[in-house]
């Protein structure tokens, strides 16, 4: 099994930052893909950012330029910068991880999702 754990999330006032973290822990061969989706009370979970094995990154257009995904490969732990928040990036965030673990099996493991909150 491979476990993601989210932390950072919180209460911060518009115009201000927060970093999220994803350590991945288990029997883990290769992550392919790292995504942070994130999901607002009563719409759908949508993709905000993704980093890849090789290092390329994607983001949402809603978040370009104020949001950036990046990794320590040394401790599986993958981050979410998040600067000049807005009202609108209120939500619950997810991390989400796809790959090969032990025997070369593929996974897709969610975290338990953590809240950001961006309110004055």
């Known amino acids: 099994q491979v476990q993601l754990v989210e932390s950072g999330g919180g209460l911060v006032q518009p115009g201000g930052s927060l970093r999220l973290s994803c350590a991945a822990s288990?029997?883990?061969?290769?992550?392919?893909?790292t995504n942070w989706y994130r999901q607002a009370p009563g719409k759908q979970r949508d993709l905000v950012a993704t980093i890849t094995v090789i290092g390329s990154t994607n983001y949402a257009d809603s978040v370009k330029g104020r949001f950036t995904i990046s990794r320590d490969n040394a401790k599986n732990t993958v981050y979410l910068q998040m600067n000049s928040l807005k009202p609108e990036d209120t939500a619950v965030y997810y991390c989400?991880?796809?790959?090969?673990?032990?025997?070369?099996?593929?996974?897709?493991?969610w975290g338990q999702g953590t809240q950001v909150t961006v309110s004055s």
């Open positions: 288990g029997s883990i061969y290769r992550i392919d893909a």
């Open positions: 989400n991880a796809v790959g090969l673990r032990d025997f070369r099996q593929r996974f897709n493991s």
